[in-house]
Structures are given as C-alpha cells and as structure tokens.
C-alpha cells in the first residue's frame, strides 16, 4: 500500500523525534516488513493444539453435570446463529481417546483444554450443604483425560476458566458483577490443584477476560448476555483480576512447593497500527486500543494497576457524564501489591490486526467501553479475509504484538495460547489453502519475534476440531480437523493444514526454502481423498456445498474512505512537496 511505504525522510525523523515521548521502549515507526525466514525454533520449543469445554463436550447434562450460563444462554432462542447449542457438540466427553490418538500422530508436545467448573462442581460451590457437592464422575473424566494425555507424552496445560460459569452463581450473585466470584473461583481452583496437580504443571485461571467482560456484560452477546454499557465489562475484568491474582497466591503458599507447576493467564488481542506512523495522534490511538485491550489485564498483573491512559479516559469521561467517580473501579494500595507479579508464564491469544486512528466521541454518545477510547478501527480491504468476519489474515501484526508485550512488560515468559482461522463455509473443502498460508506465515513471524529477543516458549494452534464458535454457533470452523455435525457419530476428517502443521511441528520450524515449499504440494495430495470419504460418510440430509455469501467490502465501506481520503490527501501534499523541492533545486 502506498502510504504505507516510506515517505519523505524528513518526515520518518520527525515521527521518531515524536514518539519518543509516546511510552514504553515500543518503536512505533520501526516497520520491518521482511521476507519469509527460514530458520528454526530453540530446542525444546513446544507445539499443540487447543479446546475448551462448553465449545467441544457436549454432555451438557450427563453424569450429574451442573449447568453453565453457555448452557442456559445458548438454548435461548436467538442468541446463537440458527439457535444451535453446545449440547453435543464434537461429543469429546465420550471420544477423547480418539481425539488423544489424533493428537499422538501429528506428534504434538502439548494440549489445551479447559475444565468445566460445573461438570465437577455442579453448583459452583463445595460447602457441607448436601447440595454442594463434588461431582466425582466430571472428577473422573478429567483424570482419564490427563493420565491419557500423560501416557503419550503430551503435556497437559489446563485452562480453569473458559468462559462457562455455574449457573446458579450467575443467579445467586450476578456473576462476575459480583466480588463474591473470587472466593468462589479460588475454591474452585483449590480443588482442581488437589485432584489434578500432581500430573498438571501448567495452569491458566482464566481464558480471554477481555471477551468475558465485553462480550458478557457490556454488548451482550456472550453469556450471560448482560448489556451493563459503560460499567459492567470495568466491573467484570476488576473481580476477574482479583479472582486471578487470588488463585496465583493460593497456588504459590499452599502448592507450588509440593507441585512445581506454573500459573499463568492467556490474554487475547489484536493489533492496533496507527493508519499513519507519522502522526502523533494516530500513534497514541494505537497505543490506546492495546492498553485498552491487553494493557487493561497486563498492566496490572505485570505493574500493579490500569494502564494510566485508561484512568485518564474513562475518569475524564465519567466526569463529563456527571458521575461522582470513575467507571472505573480503583484498586487499593494493598490490592496493586498483591496483583503486581502474579504471572509465571503470560499465555498470549491472537488472531488479527486493525489499523487505528484518532476519533472523538461525544459525550452525549452514552456510556460505552468503546466510546471510552476515542478511537476508531480500520481495516484494509485488500487483507485476506477467509473466515470469521472479524478475522483478516496479518501476520506481520503478530510479530509487532509481541515485540510490544516484550518491551512493555519486561519481556515475560510467553506462550502463544491461541492463534488460527476460521473458514465460513458450512461445506469445508478439506483442502484448506488458506489455513496453511495463515499458519506459515503467523508462525515464520513468531519466529522472527523469537530472532528478535522475544521470550516464547510455545505455540498452540487454534483449534483441534471444528467445535461450538460461541454466538455463531457451527457456522465458523476453526478446526484443523473436520467434524461432520450433521452426523450422529460426529467423525473427524483431517483437512490437509494437519498435514502441514505437522511438517511444521517435525521440522520445529521452517527448515529450508525447498522443503518448505513442497510441504503445501504434499498436504494437499492427501486432502483429496479425505475429501471423498467426506462426501461417502456424509447423511442425506447434510447441507451440500453452501457458501456464504459474505460483503467484506460493502460493510467497510465507511472504513475504507476514512483511510483513503486522508492518505490521497497526504501522498498530494507529499507529492506537491517533492515537486516544488525539485523546482528550486533546478533553479539553484
Ligand atoms: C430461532 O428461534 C426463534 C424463536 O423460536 C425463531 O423465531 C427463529 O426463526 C429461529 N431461528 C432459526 C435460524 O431457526
Ligand atoms: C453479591 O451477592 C450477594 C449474595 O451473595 C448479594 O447480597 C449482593 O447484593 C451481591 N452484590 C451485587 C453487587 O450484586
């Protein structure tokens, strides 16, 4: 893109002379766009796949299971596309031996999957009361599970809380609106460090608390779809920090001698690129969307409190609105102590990248986390867009996110939680071109972050199967495996990235430009004959090849002119420059 290339000199000096002042060490204007790195991972790096209990279960009321808000929020009408439910899902209660085999083949080092708190505690708590009780048969699953894994060498690395909440917490307390929720999920922990710890050494409390408190309590379009704009995603991520720091030390003074694992916490963001590195307005924008995004949970895990640029906003807006205090809660100085350094490991989700600009909100506007930042995403439409709608395909992003993380945070030890595409078609071609594409060149800018100083220790592709993706229901699949829903027995077809991944996973990296390219060649060799046990094994009744119809164009329309109109603008004024500098060179 043309405004994006380097412009007059005088210009880039100005933008660094700038951006000094903008925080951190981050190097805003330092743009490498480079080729494709062979090379290979340190020894030892370690790669799996990842899950989560509501999206690939299912039993959703078998064995003395409790109910979960994804339980009650997907089975009302309308909040799910096509109102489907996680009821059964991939059925992975009843076929994670089949699963594990899958796994052993592509060789993975590692697993991630989530417990599901009402599946061992089914109303949320463990008291004398007869009705709070262990449910020792979701106990018993989870130990098959791990030991399963254990016995072939695949590390479990467990996630407590992925988004499916007890019920009756939810109905008794509010949820994570309530402080209440910390001694609930410390509890909660507690008891999954006694049964599973002695086999478990790598903990996650909590998965994406960004989209626990946005998507759950400030838009409504998660569970418990609660619409509290403006205060209630604050609330939410404030007793879910608390509630992660809690565990951390629970863990540090009560097991970690015994058991020797790791606590960590895996935070999802995107990328924010300022439209335009030389201006100082889009480059704190950017910088905003990140604090306001991963700085919101990291800063006060690595700092002890918010991101200033977040108190100064939403205090100053609060203010505005005429409200006694900021939307946004306070931490004492006991509580930032207690918070500051309750990482081990930080576990890092990523998908894509927006680019950011300066965009005021009215105060008349209303309460809103997103007003909050006066900022405004763009995207470039010529980005690969093969999947969820919000999902383009950046990698360069990647590496710029976690150079980020590595200056900002005191360059922690990392592990990349989540990374993958989707595809929008409910009939999947299992050759999948453009998972393979994604996932060479989002790990070839991994690993230019690992050449770069940046401390990762794994990786792990998003996701195992094609599963529940949450409000839109089956309609997106992330899997690296197909799974045939419409089939009672669900069975998994491998799409030709397992192939690739694995070439990726054997060769623990990219080994050479010849071996590399004849990797997609071979994948692809196999995709085809899966394809037609695909179509042999499928029902009468199974959809047929129907394609989405999506409008990435007409939808960012609006988006696009706000970045064009402004760079023809620019690149006018570059040029007119550079022509008349021309003029009075020739005149001398
Ligand atoms: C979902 O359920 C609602 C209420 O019963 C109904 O109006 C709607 O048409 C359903 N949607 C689909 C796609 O079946
Ligand atoms: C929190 O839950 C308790 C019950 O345990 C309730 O009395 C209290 O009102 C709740 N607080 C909020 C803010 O909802």
């Not at 950011?356 to 007003?371: E, L």
């Not at 991994?446 to 195992?464: E, P, R």
């Not at 030709?496 to 692809?524: C, H, L």
């Amino acid at each position: 893109m043309i405004w994006r290339q380097r412009p007059l000199r005088t210009v880039h000096l100005l933008a660094l002379a700038l951006c000094v002042s903008a925080g951190g060490d981050f190097d805003w204007t330092k743009q490498e766009k480079t080729s494709f790195y062979y090379g290979t991972f340190p020894t030892g790096f370690s790669w799996g796949v990842g899950s989560s209990a509501y999206q690939t279960e299912g039993a959703w009321n078998t064995d003395g299971k409790g109910m979960s808000i994804w339980d009650v929020f997907a089975h009302k009408k309308g909040k799910i596309s096509s109102n489907e439910t996680g009821d059964s899902s991939c059925e992975g209660y009843y076929k994670f031996k089949d699963d594990i085999n899958l796994m052993k083949e592509m060789k993975l080092n590692h697993y991630r999957f989530s417990i599901s708190w009402p599946r061992i505690l089914p109303s949320g708590s463990k008291s004398k009361n007869k009705r709070e009780h262990i449910n020792e048969k979701g106990i018993r699953y989870y130990n098959d599970l791990i030991n399963m894994l254990l016995d072939n060498k695949i590390t479990p690395v467990v996630t407590l809380y992925h988004w499916d909440l007890p019920q009756v917490l939810q109905e008794k307390h509010g949820g994570w609106q309530n402080a209440s929720m910390v001694s609930y999920f410390n509890d909660f922990a507690s008891l999954c460090f006694e049964r599973f710890g002695n086999r478990v050494k790598h903990w996650i409390t909590f998965n994406n608390p960004w989209s626990i408190a946005v998507e759950g309590y400030e838009t409504g379009e998660h569970a418990p779809g609660l619409k509290l704009r403006g205060s209630g995603a604050y609330k939410a991520a404030h007793h879910i920090i608390k509630a992660h720091a809690k565990v951390w030390h629970t863990y540090d003074t009560k097991w970690r001698s015994k058991q020797k694992g790791l606590i960590g916490i895996s935070l999802t963001a995107d990328w924010g690129e300022p439209v335009d590195v030389s201006n100082q307005r889009d480059i704190e924008a950017a910088e905003r969307y990140i604090h306001f995004y991963l700085g919101w949970f990291a800063s006060p895990l690595f700092h002890g409190d918010y991101p200033q640029v977040m108190k100064e906003y939403i205090g100053r807006k609060s203010g505005q609105q005429g409200l006694g205090a900021s939307r946004l809660p306070v931490f004492s100085p006991q509580e930032k102590s207690y918070i500051r350094g309750t990482v081990d490991f930080l576990g890092l989700g990523h998908y894509t990248t927006r680019y950011v600009t300066q965009k005021n909100y009215p105060s008349g506007f209303g309460d809103s986390y997103f007003a909050d930042r006066d900022l405004a995403e763009l995207v470039d439409p010529q980005w690969p867009d093969p999947g969820s709608e919000w999902l383009y395909s950046v990698p360069w992003g990647f590496r710029r996110l976690l150079n980020f993380v590595k200056t900002q945070y005191g360059n922690p030890m990392m592990y990349v939680t989540e990374n993958g595409v989707s595809e929008k078609r409910l009939c999947t071609d299992l050759c999948d071109d453009w998972r393979m594409q994604y996932l060479r060149e989002y790990i070839n800018e991994m690993l230019k972050a690992v050449k770069d100083g940046v401390n990762v220790k794994g990786y792990t592709a998003w996701s195992l199967l094609d599963s529940f993706e949450w409000d839109e229901g089956f309609s997106e699949r992330f899997g690296l495996y197909f799974v045939d829903f419409s089939n009672k027995n669900k069975p998994r077809y491998p799409k030709a990235s397992v192939q690739f991944y694995k070439r990726i996973i054997s060769s623990n990296g990219f080994p050479n430009q010849r071996e590399v390219e004849s990797w997609k060649r071979k994948a692809v060799e196999t995709c085809s004959s899966s394809n037609q046990l695909l179509a042999a094994g499928q029902s009468g009744d199974a959809e047929g090849c129907v394609w989405f119809v999506a409008d990435p164009l007409i939808g960012h329309m609006e988006m696009v002119t706000e970045i064009v109109v402004p760079t023809v603008c620019t690149l006018c004024i570059l040029l007119s420059a550079v022509f008349f500098m021309f003029l009075l060179r020739r005149r001398l």
